[in-house]
């Protein structure tokens, strides 16, 4: 094999590349990767993937070890959440996938009932944004009802109000990502159940740490009568490499509907319970394989380190004046708020407190304040996701928790407004694209929908593309932006962001 360029090197630049990224083991990013700690699990995870590196999962009749791997796989995710024979499911790529495929599913089931036109999807603010994209995707109409701000939680009264013969899906969160709240799933259950509506637990990020919880938790999965479908990621609490999720429904004849199925072409004939037509095997088989060996005492011993290190934290957070939790978080993830029943120079605003805990080397996640359409307004928050190696690094993260909260506290938080209005007086031919008009789009005589070019200026004039992109380690006036400029502008400009990062770079 002649080659333009030594494999060896190849693979050496990739290191070098990697050297860039965000840590992925050792707890210093407190969101996107769950580092169990064991580095015998991810070589454990990295020998299945590379076991069944060549095989086409889109057959499992012809690479029959992916149907055995996908079997066993649902068998202990329903064992874990106390499904009975009834309950079948299907390894997807990832939790996105799952919550698609649920709607998808329950979409076809409202169909095949009878109901035409455009159903509804019914779910708390605080639910995924997979939601969104699956209301989106597949045509639904998403109704999101408000949530109570002080615990992130809905009120089943007003939540069973939404619900009637419209509604091809119901949906609640095991925990919720931004609050890591619990929804009142029973409740909510009884009265979708009386009204005929399907429901689907998301419980992708703390499904399989709640199923191994140490302490006693209100019944979330399915020994819930009415929940109908519940998707749990093993890329998050199952430690696997990304790539794999399971979702579980309940009901075979309603699960059938997930499937695509066609013999209407001269080809083979496809039939995929997931999205993709050719897929790895790869992350199941890594799944698979920590699952196996794992069982189900790994699995505890794991999640009650992860529980000792949330409890360290949250225990830290209320010693530190000036923040408070958000609501009573359950699982291993916990949302940080300013307490505003303190004296405002006693405050700390919790993108000031993430930014000064970056500067010292950890990385808290920036989640904005939302103005819930007929609700309370969410505040701003920082939020952890708490993984069971978090627990040998407490020593040095309380302490920088505290001192990063020293660092800022009587700060006020940064005012969005302020933020523009600076860069307004510094650039005032900007105005016109970035104010928000009276009908609430863009500003009047401004693009409602930029240009390719004119979004990344505006991108280079908030230093955020090209030159030293300064506002990088300082996300803090970012999301205060986001919080102010008309979202539909905000959208587009972070697509933009996303797409120049990937456009292959000119030579010069
Ligand atoms: C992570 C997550 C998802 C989406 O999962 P991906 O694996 O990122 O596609 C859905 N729901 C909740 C609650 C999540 O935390």
Sequence with gaps: MSF??????????????????????GGR?????????????????????RLVQPVNGLDPTTFTSVAVMERELVAFAREAFHGDAEVVGSATSGGTESCLLAVKTARDVWRAAGGTGRPRL????TVHAAFHKAAELFDLELELVPVSAYDGRPDPAAFAERLGPDVALAVVSAPSYPFASLDPVAEIAAFAEAAGVPLHVDACI????????????????FRVPGVTSLSADLHKYGYAPKGVSVLLTRGRDRQRHQYFATTGWPGYPVVNPTLAGSKPAGPLAAAWAITQALGRPGFAELTAEAARATAAIIDAVRGIAGLRLVGE????????????????????DPHRWADAALAAGWQLQLQPGFAQPGGAALPR?????VTPVTERVLPELLPALVGAADAVRGLPPIDGAAVLGELLAARPELAAAL????????????????????AAALLGSLGLLGGEAPLATRLAPVLALVEVLPRPLTERLLVELLARAVEPVEAS
Excluded: K, M, N
């Design 381 to 385: 928050t920082a939020h952890l996701t």
């Design 4 to 25: 333009q360029q030594d494999p060896s090197e190849v693979l050496a630049r990739l290191g070098a590349l990697r050297e860039g990224d965000a840590p992925t083991h």
């Design 329 to 348: 978080p359950i699982g291993p993830l916990l949302a940080v708020e300013s307490d505003l029943d303190v004296e405002p120079e006693q405050r700390v």
């Design 206 to 221: 703390g499904g399989f740490a709640l199923a191994f919880w140490p302490e006693p938790l209100p019944a979330w999965d």
């Design 435 to 454: 104010l928000p008009s009276a009908e609430g789009g863009a500003g009047a005589a401004g693009p409602l929908e930029p240009s390719s070019d004119q």
């Design 29 to 49: 990013v407190l969101s996107y990767v769950y580092d169990s700690g064991r580095a015998e699990l991810d070589e454990l995870a990295a020998g299945a993937a």
């Design 122 to 125: 019914v779910a708390p603010s």
